[in-house]
Each structure stands twice: as C-alpha cells, then as structure tokens.
C-alpha cells in the first residue's frame, strides 16, 4: 500500500511454507514456518507481526528405540511496540526392549521474554525460565498385572524487570509421581491409584538493597479406587492429604 500524497509505503510480508526431508528410512526431518504480518492502525504504529518456525527430528535407529527432537521458534509484535519472543526444545525417547515392558522420557526447555512499552521507552519486561522431565514405566509381567507409573519434574523460574530497581523473582520447584495399577483379567476395569506431589516456591522481591524472601512448601498425597462395572456403572473412592 503506497501513499501518494505523504510519498510514503506501507507493506507487509506473509507466507508460510513446509519442509519435509527423508534422508534414508530411519531418518525423517521437517520444518513449518508461518509469518502473518498486518497493517497497523496507529499513526508512526508498527506493524503487527507473527512468526512461528517448527521443527521436527526423528530417528529410528532400532525397532525397539525412537528418539525425538521438537525445537521451536516464536516471535510476536503488537502496533504498541509490545514484544513476546519465546522458543522451546522437547526431547523423546522411547524405548520397548520387550513386550512386556515401555519405557518412556521427555525433556523439555522453554525460555520466553514479554517486553512493554511506552512510546519507546521500554517500561517492564518479564523473563521466563522452564525446565521439565517426564519419565514413564509401563510394565505388565503376566496377563494378570498391568502397572503404569509417571514421575514429573519441573523448574519454574520468572524474573520481572521494571524502571524501578526493584527485585521481583519467582522459582518453582515441582515433583509428581502417579502410578495406577490393574489386577487380573477379570478385573480389567478396576483400577488402583496413588500419587504423591511437592512444590517449592520462593519469592524474593523488595529492592537490590533491602531484599525479603518468602519460602513456602506443599506436599500432597492421593490414593484412590475406581471400578466401572458391567452396567457401566463408575464406582470410585479417593482420599488426599496436603500438607503446606
């Protein structure tokens, strides 16, 4: 779009396109990218603008073993200047030695940054950390017992930046563990459940001289039953415990 009178042009640019590459049969790649950009509406205003860049790795090496890689690239503009840029990795590995048994891991990573302004003074800015595992046990010994069980770790950290020198930073620490387990073939719709979690939190906030931290912590433990019986009738009993 081109103004004739103030001799000035207005454009935007969008696409989007995907990528698949199959090197050989154990190996496959692929990459999405999506941008979308739009006109502003604002006088001097920038432009609003989205972009996204997906990949995806897959390796096959034996047909008891997958290993994956997801990393991602995102990127967003608003007409106020406003920023939110982010970018993720994800890590799978899953691996069958026997029929009886599935292990399975992720490991992922995320970092984003969301930046304010005013006019173009930047304001505030919030940074954000994320770590996390999962790992899971699938492991059915006979036909009589089926036991599956997941443990979960994650690391939370947020750092909020202002034009006062001031002290705002959050971490959190959590952990998870669930595991149901389903007896005899019979009994195939009754199921038995447990759980436990715990979280950490830790604030500091105040200023660089006269900093204050707060610490808290909460357990919780669930336990549980449930039977859908042969009328699809659903019958369960649970019971948690938190402590804080």
């Known amino acids: 779009e081109r103004n004739y009178i103030a001799d000035t042009n207005r454009a935007t640019k969008n696409e989007s396109?995907?990528?698949?590459?199959?090197?050989?049969?154990?190996?496959?790649?692929?990459?999405?990218?999506?941008?979308?950009?739009?006109?502003?509406?604002?006088?001097?205003?920038?432009?609003?603008?989205?972009?996204?860049?997906?990949?995806?790795v897959q390796l096959t090496p034996l047909p008891i073993l997958t290993l994956k890689w997801q990393p991602a690239i995102d990127s967003k503009v608003l007409e106020t200047g406003n920023s939110n840029n982010g970018n993720s990795h994800t890590a799978n590995i899953d691996f069958n030695p026997f029929s009886w048994i599935k292990l399975g891991s992720q490991l992922g990573e995320?970092?984003?940054?969301?930046?304010?302004?005013?006019?173009?003074?930047?304001?505030?800015?919030?940074?954000?950390?994320?770590?996390?595992?999962?790992?899971?046990?699938?492991?059915?010994?006979?036909?009589?017992?089926?036991?599956?069980?997941?443990?979960?770790?994650?690391?939370?950290?947020?750092?909020?930046?202002?034009?006062?020198?001031?002290?705002?930073?959050?971490?959190?620490?959590?952990k998870d563990f669930t595991a149901n387990l389903t007896p005899l073939p019979f009994f195939q719709n009754f199921t038995v459940t447990g759980g436990y979690s715990i979280e950490n939190v830790n604030i500091l906030t105040g200023t660089p001289t006269s900093p204050a931290t707060t610490d808290t912590q909460g357990v919780v433990e669930q336990y549980g039953a449930s039977l859908k019986s042969f009328f699809n009738m659903d019958i369960s009993a649970d019971s948690n415990f938190k402590v804080t």
Do not use: C, W
């Open 17 to 56: 396109y995907r990528v698949d590459l199959i090197p050989f049969r154990l190996l496959t790649t692929s990459m999405d990218h999506n941008r979308q950009e739009t006109l502003t509406v604002l006088t001097g205003g920038q432009n609003p603008l989205s972009i996204t860049t997906r990949y995806n």
């Open 110 to 174: 995320q970092g984003r940054q969301v930046r304010t302004f005013n006019g173009s003074v930047e304001t505030s800015a919030t940074t954000t950390f994320i770590i996390n595992k999962t790992y899971n046990v699938s492991f059915a010994p006979n036909s009589l017992l089926t036991v599956n069980a997941k443990f979960f770790n994650e690391d939370n950290y947020t750092l909020n930046q202002t034009a006062t020198p001031t002290l705002n930073e959050y971490f959190t620490a959590s």
